[in-house]
């Protein structure tokens, strides 16, 4: 039996108690916010599309950037894609992709555009993780583009049991960030106006995407001198600097597609991100990305 300074768990994916001494209780106590929606294991084995739905991101977009569109056709035909303007060399950023809706000032509802998702509960380090992804025509490097954004959930083993928000893992530019819940800046609560912030003790984070390159940040940013200009080379610092503000927003839960619907075998140009990139058999597997951040 163990002793007075064991504490037991209870393991989503097998329903084993497992047993840890003090000092490894210690170091898998997670750094969530309680004050998030949290859910115990009986939603997450029989309903995890309602986690996906009220965990779904406001995707905030800037005028004038080539916004999402269906990566497949009502006919399961995969997107072509459409030519890049190369920093609005041959074309403007929106040439080839959906008509945005008319400017109405900001926060002015976007075109409707699907987030494509993936569920998985990842035992080698006791989190859900749910996968964001969207798909643009292009770039302003390239056709076809991929990018997304990831919440983690860990449970609470020291009060409630259940499974709350932990971090968020953001796409930028051939790397990623990782910031916990705790430090999300601008969050909504489910059943609340998206206008609101709740900050970390909200459900659904609001995420700005990048004009040019759309890699997906917690902030705005909006130097006058990102506005209008491009770098040719696409890499992080770019996407840092790359112009976004809440022109437009699209609540990702109004249009959520699994993606599952994706085939595996289709090709999308240097954006290698699509949903598949994230099974366990992909090239990202999101179980273990950005392990090294992972509490």
Known sequence: MPDRYTLRRLWLKKREVTYFSFPEFLDRIPSFSLADRGYDDE?????????????????????????????VDKDGVQNNGTDTDLC??????????????????????????PTYYHFRYCPNVNQIRILYDMYYPKDTGHRHDWEW??????????????????????????????FPWAD?????????????????????????????????????YTSIFSKYKCAFNAAPVYGN????????????????????????DWTWGTSDSPPPAFFSDGGYDICYLRVDATS
Do not use: M
């Open 184 to 220: 999300i800046p601008e969050a909504y609560s489910e059943g609340d106006n998206f206008r609101n912030n709740a900050g970390p003790n909200g459900d659904h984070p609001k995420l700005y995407v990048g004009k040019f390159h759309h890699s997906v940040h917690t902030d705005p």
């Open 43 to 71: 939603v997450v084995a029989s309903d995890p599309e309602r986690i996906v739905r009220e965990s779904a991101p406001l995707w905030l977009l800037p005028q004038g950037t080539c916004i999402p569109d269906s990566a």
């Open 88 to 113: 609005r060399l041959y074309g403007s950023l929106d040439t080839g992709c959906p008509d945005q809706a008319p400017f109405d000032g900001p926060y002015t509802k976007s075109t409707a555009f």
């Open 241 to 264: 600097w790359d112009y976004r503000d809440s022109d437009y927003y699209f609540p990702a839960q109004e249009w959520l597609v699994n993606g599952d619907s994706i085939r595996k």
């Open 149 to 178: 954004a990831v919440v983690t959930f860990k449970q609470n083993i020291i009060t409630d049991w259940r499974w709350h928000r932990e971090q968020l893992i953001l796409q930028n530019e051939g790397t990623n960030s990782v």
